[in-house]
């Protein structure tokens, strides 16, 4: 492939809003079964990490050994960082410990405790060996923070300000020889024990005069965050009250890190992710996964739904007179436990939602119950009369349409009311909502139509 080529190929997936295209996916591939290490660099090279990261998560596990063997210390740490995790613990795995230490060296030190957190003790040390003396303090600090902590995942690199300084004084610091952060929004103001007082954006910095106090610039939008406080909690309120840096400090109120809006953005993202992978019943897995992995992750909960199938069938069971006396009912009962079932993954999807965002909570609980047990019954009743005209057109009898029509409100009453109560009720036991709302919404909804229609089918039809 010629370097024209390849400049041609690269600027037709410039086209896209971001990501590779699957021209250049193909032309990687390519160049790997061609072992030609030269326009695999060619075509790597230019791009973003985030890019390199999700094209290794494309290809299949052969292909991603042949492509790190032949480009050689082309896998840097911004690049192990944007992997999915399970895949990058593969491919860590498969580095030598001094090739992990040179991909790492220059990471912010928040990515490097990302990286090192589950590594066997031989590569930790050979990373950590890798820091300088400073940095492998503060990484080391970090780690001994509990695993969800904004103390594990904060960045110690900032720039902190005595609340004496100037704009003159703060631009001087900035022009000097100290090391700065690669990316930084905010000079944190301190009091002389570095408890912190307040923030100023370097746009407020620059844009005043050089007599100007720092602490006259100060954002409204400051506040500070423990290390102990759950890292999911600090990104929220970073996304709520839009703020770009969230200070984080000791038991003393020293400031000793910060959580930026771009690392906040990603454990939202990523918590939506797990949450909605746990609805659907299959763990945290991800596409790079192997046959028996994914598996396993997702035999408990097809196990789970057996039984809740068996329990369904046990209440069909006590209808079986009924059933044999009147064949339409085994017809036109799976319609009421299936709408009942999407009903009930309606709501529950919003509660579950709404309760991680912290937007359902005991002040407005009762009102959410209400509305989506409205939304159930207004529901249900259009339904109700589709299929009570469905059971006369179909089967000419108006006692069986009234049957299907009464059983059809009585579920979809059900649907909202378990669908929002049941993720609630969990969720103050300890228990995720994610994880396990679903198994037992899916059961009520489930033995309520089945038990509702064949009953009312018992004392109405014969």
Do not use: C
């Amino acid at each position: 492939m010629t370097d024209e080529q390849i400049r041609t190929d690269l600027d037709h997936d410039h086209d896209e809003a971001f990501g590779i295209t699957d021209r250049v996916v193909a032309d990687v591939l390519d160049a790997i079964d061609a072992r030609n290490v030269e326009d695999v660099e060619a075509l790597l090279d230019p791009l973003h990490p985030a890019d390199i990261a999700h094209l290794i998560e494309l290809i299949d596990a052969r292909q991603r050994r042949e492509l790190l063997t032949l480009w050689k210390g082309g896998l840097d740490g911004d690049i192990l960082s944007e992997l999915d995790e399970r895949l990058r613990e593969e491919i860590i795995a498969s580095l030598a410990p001094q090739e992990l230490a040179d991909a790492v060296r220059d990471l912010d030190s928040d990515d490097v405790v990302d990286l090192v957190e589950y590594l066997d003790e031989d590569q930790q040390e050979a990373v950590l060996d890798a820091l300088e003396p400073g940095d492998r303090v503060a990484v080391e600090q970090s780690l001994s923070y509990p695993e969800e902590s904004a103390g594990r995942h904060m960045q110690v690199e900032l720039v902190r300000a005595p609340q004496h300084w100037t704009v003159g004084d703060a631009i001087a610091h900035l022009r000097s020889d100290v090391v700065l952060p690669d990316q930084f929004y905010h000079l944190i103001v301190v009091d002389p024990r570095l408890k912190a007082m307040g923030y100023v954006t370097l746009g407020r910095i620059l844009s005043a005069a050089p007599q100007t106090k720092l602490t006259d610039l100060m954002e409204d939008s400051f506040r500070t965050f423990h290390v102990a406080q759950d890292v999911e909690e600090v990104a929220q309120a970073i996304n709520h009250y839009h703020m770009i840096t969230a200070p984080v400090v000791d038991d003393d109120d020293r400031v000793v890190g910060v959580i930026t809006i771009d690392d906040a953005m990603a454990f939202l993202e990523q918590e939506a992710e797990e949450d909605l992978l746990r609805l659907a019943g299959v763990g945290e897995g991800s596409l790079s996964d192997r046959v028996l992995e994914t598996t396993k992750q997702r035999l408990p909960w097809l196990a789970v739904n057996l039984f809740t199938a068996i329990m369904a069938s046990l209440v069909i069971s006590l209808f079986e007179a009924t059933i044999s006396s009147l064949v339409a009912l085994a017809v036109l009962m799976p319609i009421v436990a299936s709408m009942g079932g999407n009903a009930g993954t309606q709501s529950l999807t919003v509660a579950v939602r709404a309760l991680a965002t912290r937007d359902l909570t005991g002040s407005n609980v009762w009102r959410v119950i209400r509305r989506e047990v409205l939304v159930g019954l207004i529901n249900g009743m259009l339904f109700a009369v589709v299929m009570g005209i469905v059971g006369v057109v179909w089967f000419g009898s108006p006692m069986l349409g009234a049957v299907i029509a009464v059983a059809m409100i009585i579920n979809m009453v059900v649907a909202g009311l378990a669908g929002t109560g049941v993720p609630i009720v969990l969720e103050r036991m300890g228990v995720d909502p994610a994880l396990a709302s679903g198994a037992f919404v899916t059961t009520v909804t489930d033995i309520v139509g089945f038990f509702a229609f064949l009953g009312l089918a018992a004392l109405w039809l014969l």
